[in-house]
């Protein structure tokens, strides 16, 4: 830290180290930060930083660390469960990555892309494109959520399946740490095991141990062929059965492989404009699935062809239909990728990011959504997502007519159902969103003992005065 800026206040040394443009204060400047996409909290700071290289991360954070002043880091702000609100108490501020956005190098030799942490991911998509690869990531917030963002949530999406999360995509960080201190670890080797693997402690770590400014990020080819079919299926184990038979096909060639309830396509239909079904009758239970290879002339549509022609003949499917076109493709995928929309214009829900083993997800979806329509009657169970890597949101809506705020007091009975019963099939409560601020009271009860302790004695060795985004993952914390 340069020592005229000893003489300041904090403010005016942010200041002074952020430049005008690199500090906001205003109400109206702050307010966008303060909230989270799903309107549950809204919490207090008194500037949102705004930097624009890795080096004024780093002297904001020196100077927050001297004064303990709490960061929380922010990226698209498109988090489910709260991870990028702050809470409400004075003296923090959130620091916005979203300046920091440059691509520093893109390698096709390597297939690797090393870019800022700022850079929204359909760009990240559209330059590796450009250079003839693929960067694999997919997710309804593609549009406003940000390499660092994902990589502190772990972000899976649609790709799991076949890409992995974001984990699996990251080579290498560089990470400023809650004293100011920066890893320079932007390497890109696909084998380093040189002592502990550093890098992966800040993904999935949601922003308390650290702030990553910028990711080497793995590249693939770019597919040359690409198939995608609806399908109407009569129950969720025909769902399973008909992921089991394209992986059977062609395991290599399943990108992803999406699951929908009727009562989600209706919400999507009844509350998105332009959207309607393009199979001749509404079923409960659909597919969505696509299939990519990266060679010209691999054969994936007469695969799924027959597939699906097998599939029909053991009643696995009712209808089907595959995309003809691009175009077709992209209103197919709106269908999935409005659900969340969808459920927030139909009324007040609860969302239950879980997972379980692939081959319990129909017993997971059927035991729950009985449980819970038990629970709330009139009550809409909305289970849908990535049934391909066994991570279901088994949402609820409220009943028609209920009181929103009589639906959501009861949220805490809802996510305690939900679990119990996915707890009973070994799965997890906190799947691909994270814990953020929504989940914390849930850590003693799922990874009590030695798990939460040394993820406590990691937070205290590196954030010993506990400034990097407080009361987020660790209970208390
Ligand atoms: P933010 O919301 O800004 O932050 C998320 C967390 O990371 C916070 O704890 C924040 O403090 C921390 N953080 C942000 N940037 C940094 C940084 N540079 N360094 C350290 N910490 C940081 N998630 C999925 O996994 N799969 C989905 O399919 C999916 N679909 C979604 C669809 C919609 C419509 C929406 C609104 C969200 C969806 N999400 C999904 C949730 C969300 O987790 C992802 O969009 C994404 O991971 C968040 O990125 P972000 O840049 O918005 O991060
Ligand atoms: C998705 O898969 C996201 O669309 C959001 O993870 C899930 O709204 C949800 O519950
Ligand atoms: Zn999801």
Redesign the pocket.
């Known amino acids: 830290m340069p020592d005229d800026l000893h003489a300041l206040s904090p403010l005016d040394a942010l200041r002074a180290i952020l430049g005008p443009a690199g500090l906001l204060t205003a109400p109206e400047d702050l307010a966008p930060y303060l909230s989270d996409?799903r309107g549950l909290y809204t919490g207090e700071a008194m500037a949102l930083l705004r930097p624009a290289s890795t080096e004024e991360v780093s002297a904001c954070v020196a100077l927050c660390a001297k004064h303990g002043i709490a960061i929380?880091?922010?990226?698209?702000?498109?988090?489910?469960v709260g991870?990028?609100t702050p809470e409400s108490r004075p003296g923090q501020v959130i620091l916005s990555?979203a300046r920091m956005n440059r691509v520093r190098e893109v390698d096709a030799l390597d297939m690797t892309m090393t870019v800022e942490?700022g850079l929204v991911l359909t760009r990240a998509q559209e330059v590796a494109a450009e250079h003839g690869c693929l960067f694999p990531l997919s997710?309804?917030?593609e549009g406003?959520?940000?390499i660092?963002?994902?990589l502190?949530?772990n972000?899976?999406?649609?790709t799991t399946v076949r890409y992995g999360n974001a984990r699996e995509l990251m080579l290498g960080l560089e990470v400023v740490l809650p004293d100011g201190g920066i890893i320079h670890g932007l390497r890109r080797l696909r084998k380093d095991n040189t002592g502990y693997a550093l890098r992966h402690l800040f993904v999935g770590a949601?922003?308390t141990l650290g702030?990553?400014t910028a990711a080497v990020l793995r590249l693939f080819p770019a597919p040359r062929e690409t198939v995608t079919a609806l399908c109407a299926v009569p129950s969720e184990d025909a769902a399973l059965s008909l992921f089991r038979r394209f992986r059977a096909a062609d395991e290599g060639a399943v990108r992803a492989f999406e699951y929908m309830s009727g009562t989600g396509m209706g919400m999507v239909f009844a509350t998105i404009e332009g959207t309607a079904l393009p199979l001749s009758n509404p079923v409960n239970h659909y597919v969505l699935v696509d299939l990519t290879a990266s060679r010209e002339g691999a054969g994936l549509r007469t695969l799924a062809e027959t597939v699906l022609e097998a599939a029909l003949i053991e009643g696995e499917i009712e209808d089907a239909i595959l995309a003809e076109s691009e175009a077709q493709r992209a209103s197919l995928w709106r269908l999935r990728e409005e659900h969340?929309e969808a459920q927030k214009r139909t009324g007040a829900n609860v969302k239950n990011d879980v997972s379980v083993p692939v081959s319990h997800v129909p017993e997971m979806i059927r035991r729950c959504s009985e449980a819970l329509r038990e629970m709330i009657p009139g009550s809409r169970p909305v289970p849908f997502g990535h049934l391909g890597d066994g991570n279901i949101h088994m949402n609820l809506v409220q009943p028609e007519g209920m009181e929103p705020s009589a639906f959501l007091a009861r949220s805490h009975d809802i996510m305690d159902c939900v679990n119990a019963i996915v707890r009973d099939l070994g799965g997890s409560f906190s799947a691909?969103?994270?814990v953020?601020r929504l989940k914390t009271d849930m850590m003693e009860e799922w990874r009590g003992g030695a798990e939460l302790a040394a993820m406590r004695a990691i937070k205290a060795a590196l954030d010993p005065r506990g400034i990097m985004?407080p009361g987020?993952v660790l209970p208390g914390g």
């Open positions: 996409w929380i880091p922010q990226g698209g702000n498109t988090s489910m991870g990028a990555l942490a997710l309804g917030a406003s959520a940000m660092g963002g994902l502190s949530t972000a899976g999406g649609n949601e922003g702030i990553i969340p691909e969103h994270g953020g985004n987020k």
